[in-house]
C-alpha cells in the first residue's frame, strides 16, 4: 500500500470513463471496463452500468465499493416507490433520490454518478450526479477520469436530434478515445440503449475497440525513436 509523506497510507487511486448521450427517442450509455488501484489493475471487464428499474441505470466512477452501495440503495428505494405509485417511478425521480443519497453521505463517499433512463413522459433523460450533491440534467453527461480527454470530442460530436446509430457510435467513439489516452480507462466497452422499445445491451470486446493511432509518428521515425 502507497504511504504519503507523514507514513499515512494514501487512499487508492480510482479512474474510469461514463459517457450518456441522448438521442431522438431515446439514450444511449457507455463504460469502460478498467478497475484499478493505482498502477494495479484488477479486473479489465468490469461491469459499471448498474440497472436500478427497467429503463432507469447508474453510470458508475470513482469508489467502486461507495457507488455500488448507492446503487443498491437506489434500486431498493425506486423499487418500493413503484410498489406505492402502481407503476415505474420517473427517471427524474430516481435522479433525485440518488442525489439526495449523495449529498447526505458527502463527507464519506468517493466517486461520480450519472442517472440515465427513459420514461413516457420525458423520454430519455440525462443527469448528472457527482458526490456532492448536485443534480444536473444535460443533453450528453461524462465523467470519470478518461472524462478530461474526451469533453472537446463530445461537445464537437453531439449534435441535436441524433439517430439511436448515430448516438451510439457517438459513445463508442468517445470511450475508446479515453482509452486510448488515460492509463485509468481500458479494457472493454459496455453500452445500454433505452428507448419505447426497452433497453438493449452490447458489448464491445477489447480486440474490437476502435483504436486512435493517426496522430501518432510512425514506426521508426527519428520521433518514435526519441
Not at 2 to 11: I, R, T, V
Not at 16 to 26: L, M, R, Y
Not at 41 to 70: E, H, P, V, W
Request: a negative charge; charged letters at 20%; one cysteine or more.
Amino acid at each position: 500500500m502507497a504511504l504519503d509523506a507523514q507514513g499515512k497510507a494514501e487512499a487508492p487511486h480510482t479512474g474510469t470513463t461514463i459517457v450518456a448521450v441522448t438521442f431522438d427517442g431515446g439514450v444511449v450509455l457507455g463504460a469502460d471496463g478498467r478497475v484499478s488501484t493505482g498502477t494495479y489493475i484488477s479486473n479489465r471487464a468490469s461491469n459499471k452500468i448498474q440497472q436500478l428499474t427497467d429503463s432507469i441505470y447508474l453510470l458508475r466512477s470513482g469508489s467502486a465499493a461507495d457507488t455500488q452501495a448507492i446503487g443498491d440503495y437506489a434500486r431498493y428505494f425506486s423499487e418500493q416507490l413503484a410498489a406505492e405509485l402502481g407503476r415505474a417511478p420517473n427517471v427524474s425521480t430516481v435522479a433525485k433520490l440518488v442525489s439526495t443519497m449523495n449529498y447526505q453521505n458527502k463527507e464519506m463517499l468517493m466517486g461520480a454518478m450519472i442517472v440515465a433512463g427513459y420514461d413516457e413522459q420525458k423520454g430519455g433523460q440525462v443527469y448528472g450526479c457527482p458526490i456532492g450533491g448536485s443534480l444536473v440534467q444535460e443533453q450528453w453527461a461524462v465523467d470519470g477520469s478518461g472524462s478530461t480527454y474526451i469533453w472537446a470530442a463530445l461537445d464537437d460530436g453531439f449534435k441535436e436530434g441524433m439517430t439511436r446509430a448515430e448516438a451510439e457510435q457517438l459513445v463508442v467513439d468517445a470511450l475508446s478515445l479515453a482509452m486510448a489516452r488515460d492509463a485509468s480507462s481500458g479494457g472493454i466497452i459496455r453500452t445500454v440503449t433505452l428507448d419505447k422499445a426497452g433497453a438493449t445491451v452490447k458489448y464491445v470486446p477489447g480486440n474490437e475497440v476502435p483504436t486512435w493511432f493517426e496522430d501518432l509518428p510512425a514506426p521508426g521515425t527519428a520521433m518514435a525513436v526519441g
